[in-house]
Nanobody, 118 residues
Framework: QVQLVESGGGLVQPGGSLRLSCVVS????????MGWYRQAPGKQRELVAA???????NYADSVKGRFTISRDNAKNTVYLQMSSLKPEDTAVYYC????????????WGQGTQVTVSS
C-alpha cells in the first residue's frame, strides 16, 4: 500500500509564503513523476506543478515565478515552496504520484488546506 502524506498547509496573509511537503511511503518515488494539484470550492482540480524523476519541472501559468517544486529522492519527499501568495491560491492542495507506465497505479494524498486571507 502506497501512502502519500502531505503537511505544511495553513492560513497565511496575502504576500506570505508556505512550504508544503509530501512524503511517499514506498520506494516508488525514484521512478514516478511527482505533482501538486489544487482544488478550490466549486472548481475542478488543477495541476499546480510537477517534477519528473529526472528533475524536469512544469508549472501552471498562474503560479510561475511564485511557486517552486523540488524533490529529495533520499527522503522520498516532494516540496512545494509557495511565495507571494494570493487569495486565489486558496484551495486544498493534493500530492500526486504519476507512474511512468500508464497501466500502473497513480496515487494521491489526502490533501492539505491552504488559505490565503487577511
Amino acid at each position: 500500500q502506497v501512502q502519500l502524506v502531505e503537511s505544511g498547509g495553513g492560513l497565511v496573509q496575502p504576500g506570505g509564503s508556505l512550504r508544503l511537503s509530501c512524503v511517499v511511503s514506498r520506494n516508488i518515488f525514484a521512478i514516478y513523476t511527482m505533482g501538486w494539484y489544487r482544488q478550490a470550492p466549486g472548481k475542478q482540480r488543477e495541476l499546480v506543478a510537477a517534477i519528473t524523476n529526472g528533475g524536469r519541472t512544469n508549472y501552471a501559468d498562474s503560479v510561475k515565478g511564485r511557486f517552486t517544486i523540488s524533490r529529495d529522492n533520499a527522503k522520498n519527499t516532494v516540496y512545494l515552496q509557495m511565495s507571494s501568495l494570493k487569495p486565489e491560491d486558496t484551495a486544498v492542495y493534493y500530492c500526486n504520484a504519476d507512474p511512468p507506465v500508464l497501466a500502473w497505479s497513480s496515487y494521491w494524498g489526502q490533501g492539505t488546506q491552504v488559505t490565503v486571507s487577511s
